[in-house]
């Protein structure tokens, strides 16, 4: 695996190569990641993975001083699955003119009113920073893939928007997440929960398959049933059991809009934090299962 720091000197290596899989990623790899490399390995013959804690996507009072960068570890691991380049750009690379405070000189993308929602809301600002670096990184790599994984719903939800609205002749690919035996899905924030912390993060995920087997019953059963009533329920048991719930939503999973009775395609989500960490997970599903 070659290691490259610096966009000029990725364009000579790749050098117009038509083949190229591309796996973003802000490092701390764990195995829901290394899932990424793989996939994109059945899609090219070159897989190129960027590591690059992105500061224009952290709020104020978020965790970029203390996002964990472990780039020897990582490279390990990325040698081990298989990947061809690892691209880890500095902020300057990626930020020629950002002093790390003042955005006025660095050019973003306003991503749709729909990145004001769901994570949007208590986080303005991060998908238009997520949006920003995603095509810059597309930019360096001019990739025919990219891999993304689904636990990021709503980040998936707006790169696709974001190729679509851009005309990038690019394929996006989200991968279903990858989650702990307790189902508490793989993340690198989840280094920061204790060990009683990590067993009761389960719920989060609980709390959700719950909200699917209703709606699924119901469905079967032909019952109606109130999503805000379901909500309801499923944000007390969570703050009954310690958590601080950003938000739980029953959406499309083709719009991310609300869900209505019509729709089939379904996705359950939620944020919410367990002592001081930010979780988020989601369950796509089929209103009617086959
Ligand atoms: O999902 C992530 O790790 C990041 O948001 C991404 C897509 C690499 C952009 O910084």
Request: charged fraction near 15%.
């Amino acid at each position: 695996m070659q290691i490259i720091h610096t966009a000029t000197e990725l364009r000579q290596i790749l050098n117009n190569q038509d083949n190229i899989a591309f796996v973003p990623t802000m490092g701390n790899l764990h195995a829901g990641h290394i899932r990424l490399v793989e996939i994109a390995k059945q899609h090219a013959k070159c897989v190129v993975v960027s590591i690059f804690v992105n500061p224009l996507q952290f709020g104020a009072n978020e965790d970029l001083a203390s996002y964990p960068r472990t780039l020897a570890d990582d490279c390990e691991k990325l040698e081990l699955a298989g990947a061809h380049i690892l691209f880890a750009p500095s902020v300057e690379e990626i930020y020629p003119d950002f002093d790390g405070v003042n955005l006025n000189q660095t050019m973003t993308i306003t991503p749709p009113l729909i990145a004001n929602e769901l994570c949007g809301a208590s986080r303005p600002g991060h998908f238009t920073g997520v949006a920003t670096v995603v095509m810059k990184l597309f930019n360096m790599v001019m990739p025919q893939v990219a891999i993304f994984g689904q636990k990021d719903f709503q980040q998936l939800f707006i790169i696709k928007q974001l190729v679509k609205q851009f005309n990038l002749p690019i394929q996006v690919i989200g991968v279903d997440t990858v989650r702990e035996v307790n189902g508490l899905a793989m993340s690198s924030r989840n280094g920061y929960l204790s060990i009683e912390e990590r067993n009761q993060a389960s719920q989060l995920h609980e709390t959700l398959q719950s909200i699917v087997t209703q709606i699924q019953n119901s469905s079967q059963l032909n019952h109606p049933i109130d999503f805000h009533q379901l909500k309801k329920i499923a944000i007390s048991a969570l703050e009954n059991k310690g958590w601080t719930v950003n938000y739980v939503a029953i959406k499309s999973s083709v719009t991310l809009l609300d869900a209505t009775v019509d729709d089939k395609h379904l996705v359950a989500l939620a944020a919410a934090k367990l002592g001081n960490t930010r979780l988020i997970d989601n369950i796509e599903f089929l209103r009617t299962p086959d």
